[in-house]
Nanobody, 115 residues
């Protein structure tokens, strides 16, 4: 049973920073692409950032220049460094590990940006 577990969410003031972590119990973590999605209340889930097995990254326009995705294959972990947070970044953040037609979701971690 593959487990994908997010951590690091919480309450932060506008302009603040958080770092999310996602640990996946995959036997060969390095061959999986890893994505961060988020879902705000009443909205659809959206892709925030992704990193391929080769380390290429992509970002939603709304977070470019503020968020950074990275991975540590030795720790089976992907990170999302979030800086200059805005109230509109408030959402549940989900980690998604995928390769070919196989994908695994985490349970999500809540990020709330509020003063």
């Amino acid at each position: 049973q593959v487990q994908v577990v997010e951590s690091g969410g919480g309450l932060v003031q506008p302009g603040g920073s958080l770092r999310l972590s996602c640990a996946a119990s995959l036997s060969i973590f390095s061959i999986y692409a890893m994505d961060w999605y988020r879902q705000a209340p009443g909205k659809e889930r959206e892709l925030v950032a992704g990193i391929t097995s080769g380390g290429s990254t992509n970002y939603a326009d709304s977070v470019k220049g503020r968020f950074t995705i990275s991975r540590d294959n030795a720790k089976n972990t992907v990170y999302l460094q979030m800086n200059s947070l805005k109230p509109e970044d408030t959402a549940v953040y989900y980690c998604y590990a995928h390769r070919s037609w196989t994908g695994y979701w985490g349970q999500g971690t809540q990020v709330t940006v509020s003063s």
